[in-house]
């Protein structure tokens, strides 16, 4: 990563821009990872929750004091939920309805709203309903994957 930050303070001052590196997954990276002292790069940093806990580490005191913006996604709504889990239905080649009203609700309930989540849970319950041999993902199907999750 040493190298692309040098790449870009190069091509910054040749331009007199300054870059900006866009790091995802960056709570998988470790404090020595996320603070450099390079002034003439700007990044955002998207991770997961732990992150915010890893950037209040005493050790990341001065990078946490440069930080301009923090952002937290909230989890989505019921009827964003219910919308996108339409869409990526959509998407795969099936606009017929394939989840019953409860099951959305016990999965974006578990899932908090949170997308990774409600991707992983609707798969499962439609792999849950797939095994029952039934059609339609039904609540009994939802609450199998969901009580699986919650232990």
């Known amino acids: 990563m040493r190298t692309g930050v040098m790449e870009a303070e190069t ?12 790091v995802d997954e960056a709570h998988l ?3 020595e990872q996320l603070w450099t002292r390079t002034p003439a790069l700007s990044c955002l940093l998207v991770g997961q929750p732990t992150l915010r806990r890893t950037m ?4 990341l ?3 946490e004091q440069r930080t301009a913006l923090r952002y937290t996604m909230p ?4 009827t964003e939920t219910t919308s996108y889990v339409a869409h990526h239905l959509k998407i795969a080649g099936r606009p ?7 099951p ?3 999965i974006r309930a578990t899932s908090r709203g949170y997308p990774r989540a409600v991707n992983n849970l ?6 849950a309903a797939f095994a029952t041999g039934k059609n339609l993902v039904d609540e009994a199907a939802a609450r199998a994957v969901s009580e699986v999750v919650g232990d």
């Open 11 to 22: 091509l910054g001052e040749e331009r007199g821009r300054t870059p900006v590196l866009v």
């Open 29 to 31: 990276m470790s404090y």
């Open 56 to 59: 209040k580490l005493a050790v």
């Open 61 to 63: 005191a001065a990078l």
């Open 75 to 78: 989890g989505m709504t019921s």
């Open 96 to 102: 017929d309805q394939l989840f019953t009203e409860d």
């Open 104 to 106: 959305l609700t016990l």
């Open 122 to 127: 609707s798969l499962q319950a439609l792999v």
